[in-house]
Structure formats: C-alpha cells, structure tokens
C-alpha cells in the first residue's frame, strides 16, 4: 500500500469539498425571474458541488422554477442527479427598480431581494452572492451588509477582458471622480484579483491616461501616478487606450468616468464591426468572418466575459453581471463566483490590503 513521506497512507479518497451555496438574486435584471432561473439551472447541472438560493417573491420563483424544471423534465435535459434538490428559495418581496436613488430605495424598502441576498453572505447561510440588477443597488448591498475591508473606503469594480493577453480594466463606473489614494486601491485590489483569478504572479499595473509620458494626465492622474511609484505594486507607468490591446500591462486603472465611456465605446464600436462583418458575409459561407464575428463578441462583450468580475474592496463575494445577461451567462456568473470562493478572493485580497499597508507617504491625498 502507497505511504506518504509521513508514514500516512495515501490510497484513500480525498475528502470531498463541501458544497458551496449562491445566493442569486432571482428579480434582478432585464429578463428577471426566466434568465436568472434558468442561469442557477445551468449552474447546478453542470457543477454538482453547487448549491443556489434564489432570492425574490417565493411564489413568482417558484412558479418559473417549476416550469422551466417541468420543461427540461420533458426533454430529458436534467441530471441523474437532479437539480431541484440543491435549490433552495428565499423570500425577497422586492426589487429595486431601474432609475432612481437605489440607496433611498433600499432604506424605505429593507426586503429587496439584491439586500437579502447579500445578507445570506453576510449572515453564513451563503458563500457567496451574484445579481445582474442595479449595479448601484448591488454596490450598496455589498457594502452595507459585507462592509468595507480595512483600508479601503471605496469600493470598485473590474472586469476581466481577454484582449491580449487577458487583463483587468476598473473602475467600471462605480467612482466617476476618485481621488488619488482611491486609484491606489483600485490597483492594490486589481493586483490581487489578478493574483487569485488570473494566476498573475507579479501583475503589472497601468493608469490609464491621455500619454504614456510621466506628467500626462489630470491632477488627479498625475498624482496617483507617483503614489503608484512609491509602492510595493509592479506599477510600469502611464497607459493609452489601444494599450488595452497591447499587453503592456495586467491590470488598467482609471476613474469610473473614463471606464465607462471606454468600455461602453468599445462595446458599440465591436457591434458595429460584428453588423458590417454579418452584412459583408450574408449569403456566402466565410469561416473566416464568422470566427471573427465570434472572437469580437468573446472579447468586447461584457456580458460574455467568463466568470464575470467581483465587487473589490467588500468583505465578502458578490458579483453583479450586465442587466441583459441571459441565462447561459448568469450560468458563468454563478460558476465563477464559486470559484471565487474556492480561491478564497477576499482572503487574497486582504493579503495584497495587509502588503500594501498604509500605503506610500502621502497616500491619504
């Protein structure tokens, strides 16, 4: 019988992994409840170490719960296994709506689902939390009920584009007009995130600015340019746009202000390079514009990007996703934010928080 170094012997089965439990919110975006079920569906047929918690009206849930299981049923579609065992539903009788003030909502009305969920992360009865509602509502939830790490009083929000190679671009839209020391935790908690989800063992940091010069930038660029280069952090300076492409660099800090416009313009513009591909190629068979309509949507759309992106700086796992994600992305969404919890993401993230310390001489600017 094979023994370990240590006398043990080592034929024995390892121990398997306990499950880990999402708490998706049920109610939250375009197509909610059908993408958000149908999502934690495709989730659980595929990993048997899952466990969702659909969070939202019980009896809305249920109802399309038990139609699109009763359908998969007829088709033979569900695992020997079976799905309906590993799902448990949570009762959120509300849902914040789109426009508006989300967190004067969320005060007049306690029992959204997007908060329930995040307090079934908070409370213990779940590892980790997913919703592709109000990505305001989802910040505020997480925030509240997971609370900030030490060290960060902002948080933010990355996604994990596969340009070339793949890279993290944040802030999203979250912080339209941060200060310098929040770009400096922006990268500290992009550098971790590379570490943990992207297995970057050194990640290079970039600011993303208007040259790639030293002294390019707002004050505020300019200015977190050197707290950057104080810092523990393989910070290799300025970054342009088409740098997104370049490889320079694993993760790309700017405002929330710059992201948004970048990636919403890049989404639109890979649209419209998709549309004309599809109008160049309409009734003629070309593989070759057909892998490129699929390469541009792979790697433009954010509602393709695998796994999705975490809410940084919160004491726990949440992910918010795009409000028009359907089904087989939410599926991405839930699989990713267990292997987040798998990795231990926070954990990480502390660590990068902890090695950062207070940061350089003058990073409360």
């Known amino acids: 019988?094979?023994?370990?170094?240590?006398?043990?012997?080592?034929?024995?089965?390892?121990?398997?992994?306990?499950?880990?439990r999402v708490a998706l919110d049920?109610?939250?975006g375009d197509f909610a409840p059908t993408e958000p079920v149908r999502g934690a569906i495709l989730a659980l047929a595929e990993d048997p170490e899952l466990e969702v918690a659909l969070v939202g009206d019980e009896a809305v849930v249920s109802a399309e719960l038990r139609r699109q299981l009763a359908e998969l049923a007829s088709l033979g579609?569900?695992?020997?296994?079976?799905?309906?065992?590993?799902?448990?539903?949570?009762?959120?009788?509300?849902?914040?709506?789109?426009?508006?003030?989300?967190?004067?909502?969320?005060?007049?009305?306690?029992?959204?689902?997007?908060?329930?969920?995040?307090?079934?992360?908070?409370?213990?009865?779940?590892?980790?939390?997913?919703?592709?509602?109000?990505?305001?509502?989802?910040?505020?939830a997480a925030s509240w009920h997971l609370g900030l790490l030490p060290g960060v009083d902002r948080p933010t929000a990355g996604v994990p584009f596969a340009f070339a190679p793949r890279a993290l671009f944040l802030d999203l839209g979250l912080n339209p007009e941060p200060k310098p020391h929040h770009l400096y935790?922006?990268?500290?908690?992009?550098?971790?995130?590379?570490?943990?989800?992207?297995?970057?063992?050194?990640?290079?940091?970039a600011l993303i600015s208007n040259g790639a010069e030293e002294g390019k930038g707002t004050e505020v660029v300019r200015?977190?340019?050197?707290?950057?280069?104080?810092?523990?952090?393989?910070?290799?300076?300025?970054?342009?746009?088409?740098?997104l492409f370049s490889g320079r660099a694993d993760v790309f800090v700017c405002d929330g202000f710059?992201?948004?416009?970048?990636?919403?313009?890049?989404?639109?513009?890979?649209?419209h390079l998709i549309d004309r591909c599809r109008e160049l190629g309409r009734g003629r068979e070309v593989p070759e514009l057909d892998e490129l309509v699929r390469e541009l949507r792979q790697t433009t759309d954010i509602t393709q990007v695998p796994g999705g992106f975490a809410i940084l700086g919160v004491g726990g796992v949440f992910v918010p996703g795009?409000?028009?994600?359907?089904?087989?992305?939410?599926?991405?969404?839930?699989?990713?934010?267990?292997?987040?919890?798998?990795r231990d993401l926070p954990g990480a993230i502390r660590r990068e928080l902890a090695a950062a310390g207070a940061g350089p001489a003058g990073a409360g600017a």
């Open 258 to 271: 710059t992201g948004n416009v970048l990636i919403k313009f890049l989404e639109g513009f890979s649209q």
């Open 77 to 140: 579609a569900l695992p020997a296994d079976g799905v309906r065992d590993r799902v448990r539903l949570v009762h959120a009788p509300d849902a914040v709506p789109d426009g508006g003030h989300p967190a004067q909502y969320m005060r007049s009305h306690p029992e959204t689902s997007v908060a329930r969920a995040a307090r079934l992360v908070a409370d213990g009865a779940a590892h980790a939390a997913v919703s592709t509602g109000h990505t305001g509502a989802s910040v505020i």
């Open 1 to 20: 019988m094979p023994r370990s170094s240590s006398g043990a012997s080592t034929d024995r089965a390892s121990p398997k992994a306990p499950p880990v």
């Open 322 to 342: 795009h409000g028009r994600s359907p089904g087989p992305n939410i599926r991405s969404l839930v699989l990713g934010a267990k292997e987040m919890v798998r």
């Open 185 to 205: 935790t922006f990268a500290v908690l992009g550098a971790a995130f590379a570490k943990c989800m992207l297995d970057v063992p050194n990640p290079r940091v």
């Open 223 to 243: 200015r977190a340019y050197e707290l950057l280069r104080r810092s523990h952090l393989d910070f290799v300076g300025n970054a342009e746009g088409f740098d």
């Open 26 to 28: 049920a109610m939250g």
